[in-house]
């Protein structure tokens, strides 16, 4: 058994308070990522807020955004009819994910706070620089095909396991977070960190604030877009390689361009450079295939996971053309 306290707050500040007085305690919401850590004792919390309680469900327009509150599940943002109008490309990510259940219970903000799923991190007996800082990364000389490209460093190179912050990232979204020192807003482009030196810190949130909300700008990027996830099968698989991409269109020319991946970084990884380069040029495969030569660049693969540096690209001109239509 794995003794804990239990409460259930009915109001945000309740539970900001509790769990910034308190380092031990941890905000629960669909609880498919922390009970999973828990059974594991990966994760051992003494003190559960359970968040379920608090108004944070609703998907509403607000200020030329579409804002989704933190625990609005990942199966009813998928189908909402706003999101389907507005970020059809946030939609496709989502149902990415997961399962049908599993979407059905999760929310926007555990998706976005999910640990790695690197085996090493859930596995207590074996070293794990995230699990227990100053210990080794055993993925580093051990089995490390699901792991990163780019970003990673000599003590951690997990990756982020999201779909759903792939879209996010791509799209620009901002996150509406509230904590003991009142309410900030965070670029979803700086939410996520980069292991370096501190791989167990994996966001740039702080103890006790609670992520309300996130803030998904309107955009052009309405109608040519396209999530591609490479998994291993179907279902109930992280992404090996996931591109989400977005073009805003002028007949067959490109006016600009939003692209990320997942499956190759700590972070979602935005592909700024490659975006640059989409612009004003036509939408045909020659231009696709040079973007993804640049976004690749600086890729550093290990022994196990080569195959992404080929994939990677191939994935990016799939999804460019799927999100445009050229054949
Ligand atoms: C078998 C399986 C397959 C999966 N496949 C995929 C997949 O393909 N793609 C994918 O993206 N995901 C996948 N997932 C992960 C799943 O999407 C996440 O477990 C889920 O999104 C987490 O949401 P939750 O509400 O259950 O979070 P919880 O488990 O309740 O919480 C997770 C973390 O978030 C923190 N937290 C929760 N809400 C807040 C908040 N509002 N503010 C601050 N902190 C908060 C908690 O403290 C905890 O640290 C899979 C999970 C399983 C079990
Ligand atoms: S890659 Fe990161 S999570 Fe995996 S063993 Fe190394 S330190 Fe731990």
Same mark, same amino acid.
């Given at each position: 058994?794995?003794?804990?306290?239990?409460?259930?707050?009915?109001?945000?500040?309740?539970?900001?308070?509790?769990?910034?007085?308190?380092?031990?305690?941890?905000?629960?919401?669909?609880?498919? /990522?922390?009970?999973?850590?828990?059974?594991?004792?990966?994760?051992?919390? &003494?003190?559960?807020?359970?968040?379920?309680?608090?108004?944070?469900?609703?998907?509403?327009?607000?200020?030329?955004?579409?804002?989704?509150?933190?625990?609005?599940?990942?199966?009813?943002?998928?189908?909402?009819?706003?999101?389907?109008?507005?970020?059809?490309?946030?939609?496709?990510?989502?149902?990415?994910?997961?399962?049908?259940?599993?979407?059905?219970?999760?929310?926007?903000?555990?998706?976005?706070?999910?640990?790695?799923?690197?085996?090493?991190?859930?596995?207590?007996?074996?070293?794990?620089?995230?699990?227990?800082?100053?210990?080794?990364?055993?993925?580093?000389?051990?089995?490390?095909?699901?792991?990163?490209?780019?970003?990673?460093?000599?003590?951690?190179?997990?990756?982020?396991?999201?779909?759903?912050?792939?879209?996010?990232?791509?799209?620009?979204?901002?996150?509406?977070?509230?904590?003991?020192?009142?309410?900030?807003?965070?670029?979803?482009?700086?939410?996520?960190?980069?292991?370096?030196?501190?791989?167990?810190?994996?966001?740039?949130?702080?103890?006790?604030?609670?992520?309300?909300?996130?803030?998904?700008?309107?955009?052009?990027?309405?109608?040519?877009? /396209?999530?591609?996830?490479?998994?291993?099968?179907?279902?109930?698989?992280?992404?090996?390689?996931?591109?989400?991409?977005?073009?805003?269109?002028?007949?067959?020319?490109?006016?600009?361009?939003?692209?990320?991946?997942?499956?190759?970084?700590?972070?979602?990884?935005?592909?700024?450079?490659? &975006?640059?380069?989409?612009?004003?040029?036509?939408?045909? &495969?020659?231009?696709?295939?040079?973007?993804?030569?640049?976004?690749?660049?600086?890729?550093?693969?290990?022994?196990?996971?080569?195959?992404?540096?080929?994939?990677?690209?191939?994935?990016?001109?799939?999804?460019?053309?799927?999100?445009?239509?050229?054949?």
């Amino acid at each position: 058994m794995i003794g804990f306290q239990y409460v259930k707050p009915s109001k945000p500040k309740a539970a900001i308070e509790t769990v910034a007085k308190d380092q031990t305690a941890m905000f629960i919401a669909g609880g498919t /990522n922390l009970v999973d850590l828990m059974k594991r004792r990966v994760m051992n919390p &003494e003190k559960l807020v359970d968040i379920n309680k608090l108004p944070l469900r609703k998907i509403e327009r607000e200020n030329n955004n579409v804002r989704i509150g933190a625990l609005a599940l990942n199966g009813a943002v998928a189908e909402d009819k706003l999101v389907l109008e507005k970020h059809p490309l946030l939609s496709q990510a989502l149902n990415a994910g997961a399962s049908a259940q599993l979407r059905n219970m999760a929310t926007v903000g555990g998706n976005m706070m999910q640990r790695v799923r690197c085996p090493y991190f859930y596995d207590t007996a074996m070293p794990c620089n995230k699990r227990e800082p100053g210990t080794g990364c055993s993925a580093i000389g051990g089995y490390n095909r699901m792991h990163a490209i780019f970003g990673h460093s000599d003590k951690c190179i997990a990756v982020n396991p999201s779909d759903m912050n792939v879209a996010l990232v791509a799209l620009d979204a901002t996150v509406l977070v509230s904590g003991p020192k009142g309410d900030r807003k965070i670029p979803f482009v700086e939410f996520h960190r980069l292991p370096g030196d501190t791989p167990q810190i994996h966001t740039n949130l702080q103890q006790g604030e609670l992520i309300m909300a996130v803030d998904v700008p309107e955009n052009p990027y309405t109608k040519n877009v /396209n999530y591609l996830k490479v998994r291993d099968r179907n279902s109930y698989a992280f992404a090996l390689v996931s591109v989400a991409a977005a073009l805003d269109l002028d007949g067959s020319n490109i006016k600009s361009a939003r692209l990320a991946m997942g499956g190759v970084a700590h972070k979602p990884w935005r592909l700024n450079e490659a &975006e640059q380069f989409l612009a004003g040029k036509p939408a045909n &495969e020659a231009t696709f295939r040079q973007a993804a030569e640049i976004a690749m660049r600086g890729a550093k693969a290990f022994e196990h996971n080569k195959f992404k540096l080929t994939l990677g690209p191939n994935t990016i001109v799939q999804a460019l053309k799927n999100a445009s239509g050229v054949a």
